[in-house]
């Protein structure tokens, strides 16, 4: 009997262990100072965070390119978000090239990068306003509700696709309210203990990072008591820009620990749900927040956006995943980037998610695997990117049923205008051929559906 020996590993393929160490800030000009204690307190990150061109400018120094102060000067006007940086998250920045790197592209924006919205946009692209029986909470599937009790987060990504509700007003957009006081969340606990469907509660925002200690208690609590809810998800993008509050803010990682205990001993899960979109958001201080966590036996998840320049090659996915696996965190979703206002530059095509699925698949465990799927605009829902069912690659249309959410329509993905080839782009330029390549896509997925029937 032969043995087959595969050759030793090439080192490559173990970049996801090489998780930054040692006091990376300290090339930051303003945190050149700062040591460690100061660095891994929250309330130091909060208060130094980073939210006008001014701040920007005293923090990175002169070091950095002055055409790219310039740019971002702009940028920060033209926003349809407001801007606010951890320190962490600047320090995570490569500010030799601050255009290529990952996290500023999703945090601080300039407007030489910008490109002109999709004609097909809109501000609230899943509709999400449209499914709200209460201020604050949306209930689109059946047994799954998503309750929004605050607005603000500790850092505004660039492209938040609750833009329309999210973060202190802007010069472009007024924002709409949200379940901000405890009586309105009390309207939402009502609503949710009166529909016996109702199993699963994703509580975001905001980010839930902003939740005092006792409300994270108040509402944990207040929702375990309802008797048929068994599955709660706290949602946070905090761990991936501002990971040491897991560490430091003992009182709220204390909180969230007493509700998940609390679910268990009532047979009820409590998670917590996270968004990191590159690798490089991921440091020993992070690895070291997640061991607190794992500790403790709470389990974490990951939920990514698909992001051109931040995670669209097959090695950055594969490392994102692989690191996240490295540090006890289950990558759950990759998502098709919302049709939101002002971040055309940082979405992909459907055909771009179908591909890296084909390439991440295969290099770790299954339970590991993200699925990559599209939240279909207009309210149809999680759909896994490859059943649309029809696909348009040269005009950039894809078109999905979500039947057992809301059956019989057609919801429509579009991709980034710019990515397609120039004959396609200027079809686009015109309004009636728009509709034309739009009828044509609708149809033919209509057909698809109705031979399956
Ligand atoms: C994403 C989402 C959920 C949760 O869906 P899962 O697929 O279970 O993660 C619930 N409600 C709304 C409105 C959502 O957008």
């Known amino acids: 009997m032969m043995h087959h020996h595969k050759p030793p590993v090439d080192p490559a393929e173990l970049e996801h262990r090489n998780v930054r160490q040692g006091e990376f800030w300290r090339d930051v000009p303003a945190y050149e100072h700062v040591d460690e204690a100061t660095f891994l307190d929250h309330i130091w990150q909060g208060r130094n965070s980073v939210k006008t061109p001014e701040e920007l400018f005293e923090t990175i120094g002169t070091s950095v390119d002055p055409t790219f102060l310039e740019d971002a000067k702009e940028g920060f006007r033209r926003a349809p978000m407001a801007v606010r940086v951890s320190p962490y998250a600047i320090a995570s920045i490569d500010w030799t090239r601050p255009y290529e790197d990952p996290i500023r592209l999703q945090f601080i924006p300039v407007a030489s990068r910008l490109l002109p919205d999709h004609p097909r946009l809109t501000l609230d692209s899943l509709h999400e306003q449209d499914d709200s029986p209460v201020q604050g909470l949306t209930h689109r599937y059946v047994d799954k509700a998503l309750f929004l009790p605050l607005q603000t987060c500790p850092v505004y990504c660039r492209f938040c696709t609750r833009s329309y509700a999210i973060g202190p007003d802007t010069e472009n957009v007024d924002k709409a309210p949200l379940a901000k006081t405890t009586d309105l969340w009390k309207a939402a606990f009502d609503y949710i203990a009166s529909r016996p469907e109702i199993e699963d509660i994703v509580i975001s925002g905001g980010d ?51 509700v998940v205990e609390r679910g268990r001993a009532l047979g009820k899960d409590v998670v917590l749900h996270t968004h990191f979109n590159s690798p490089n958001e991921i440091t020993w201080i992070t690895q070291r927040a997640m061991a607190l966590l794992f500790e403790r036996g709470i389990t974490v998840r990951n939920q990514s956006v698909l992001i051109r320049g931040v995670n669209d090659d097959a090695r950055t996915m594969t490392t994102l995943v692989k690191r996240l696996s490295w540090i006890n965190v289950h990558p759950y979703y990759v998502y098709m980037h919302d049709l939101v206002k002002g971040v055309e530059d940082m979405r992909t095509s459907v055909q771009t998610s179908i591909e890296l699925e084909k390439a991440v698949r295969g290099t770790t465990a299954g339970f590991n695997t993200p699925l990559f799927i599209c939240d279909a605009p207009g309210g149809g829902g999680k759909r896994d990117i490859h059943s649309f ?19 019989g329509q057609s919801f429509l993905y579009f991709d980034p205008i710019d990515t397609l080839a120039p004959e396609a782009q200027a079809r686009w330029a015109v309004p009636e051929l728009q509709e034309r390549m739009i009828a044509e896509a609708v149809a033919r997925g209509g057909a698809k559906v109705a031979a399956l029937a």
Request: net charge positive; charged share 20%; hydrophobic share 40%.
């Open 389 to 407: 069912d029809y696909y348009d690659r040269e005009n950039g249309i894809a078109v999905y049923s979500a039947p057992s959410v809301k059956p």
């Open 208 to 258: 839930t990072y902003q939740l005092a200690p006792k409300n994270i208690t108040l509402i944990g609590d207040a929702l375990l008591a309802i008797p048929h809810v068994r599955r709660m998800r706290f949602a946070t993008k905090g761990p991936a820009v501002m990971p040491m509050k897991i560490l430091t803010d003992t009182a709220w990682t204390d909180a969230l620990t007493g």
